[in-house]
């Protein structure tokens, strides 16, 4: 249900640009990830690193990035892989990193940490890390258009007890003209994994850049303000951006105005949809007419007229992609959610059946086909997804979410219930299965218990029950 649909990477991650690079327009796009877990000073290996960067790098790959990953790699072994990234870029082409794990801040720069670094003072980060300003200098010497830093390493490490003589977090980067960079968090502060196999921050980068028709820069703003919200504001994303040109994170996206992004936040973020239906309807989508209160009911939509969907400027882009070439699988499963985005389900889930056929273990194109199904009504055949999902995926919270959603569609609340306890296992802060556990609840009878889920869910994102009706449960 999470059509992260998670909302949804990057980093990073649907990535293509849009409008005055050439060379970008031609798919010169560029991405090096980087999870590093395993640092011998750490009392144990860090749980998010890998499994962030592996989905990273899948998300990337939807969109045509030619992507590298790498995992706990040495000093030597990371200064290679940036040797080879800057080996690539082409000029005008779009260039992005991503990295998950220790970071230290020296001297006013921001350092990414080998798991092989022996650091012991403050001179040993500068000898030891990869200064982040070198890394994005380089890449604009090179004469990439687009530089993209996504650093998810705002981790209390355990170098900080060996010197005092730097600050905790990270430090703002001085980039060139033409970057984004975000911060899992703010300046100088510092944050703890949250015990899950994947971190705040990357679980709503995923879903954001997953959501049609956004400007790259509109798309980390929603980033900062998901985790923003989930986190209660204790965890605020650090983001600077000095683009000089449209760029999206959804292929053919056409340029419209970005949401000026704001370094700090001074004031509570407003409501958001929720973070499990947030893929599901782009702000400018159409909205499903809400259904009788029927909770097996299929949701029914306004049928979008088919030239009108043909004309979409991302539509028209993988529907030529896939003209040239029909088992583009990545293509199919892009437009695949941009008919679901927009309502146009059954056209959705014809494009996650040919996704699905060429990729019978594409996780994510299950649990979104799983997705439309429940909304559509077919239950049966949406469990048969999600089961399949989790089959290959035991742990995946986004198809935990979706099958609690079916189970509770279906009637089968304390299924249901299960469900969204394992989800919000994994992730606390899921506010779309806290609301569905509290249905669910309510409906076999413990209304007290499932009121205080409602309420709380209610109290983390206002819009969680008008999303649920939605999408036929009330």
Known sequence: M???????LAFAISVMPVASSDAADRGDRFALVIGNSKYPDAEAPLKEPINDARDVATELKRNGFNVEIGENLSGDAMRRAFDRLYGRIKPGSV??????GFGIQSNRQSFLIPVDA?????ADVRRDGISLETVLG?????????????????RRNPFERRFRS???GLAPVIAPNGTLVMYSAALSSVISDNGSDHSLFVQQLLKETRVPELMAEETLNRTRVGVT?????EQVPWISSSLAENFSFTPGTAARPATPVIA??????QPSPSPSLVLQQSPSSPKPEIPPADQKAAVKTEKLPVLALADDPTIRNLTARLADNPDDQNALYRRGQVYASKGAYDLAIKDFDGSIRLNPKDVEALNYRCWARTVTGDLKAALKDCNEALRLRPNFVDALDSRGLVNLKSGMTKNAVADFDAALKINPRLTSSLYGRGLAKKRNGATADGDLDIANAKAMDPNIAKEYADYGVR
């Not at 999470?2 to 949804?8: C, Q, V």
């Not at 260039?95 to 998950?100: D, K, M, V």
């Open 2 to 8: 999470r059509i992260r649909l998670a909302l949804l």
């Open 95 to 100: 260039s992005l990193i991503f990295f998950s």
């Open 118 to 122: 022996q650091i012991w003072t403050e």
């Open 138 to 154: 380089e890449i604009n010497n090179r004469g990439a258009g687009v530089k993209i830093a996504l650093v998810d390493a705002s």
């Open 166 to 168: 730097f600050s905790a």
């Open 229 to 233: 919200r989930a986190s209660a504001g």
């Open 264 to 269: 700090t936040l001074s004031a509570p973020p």
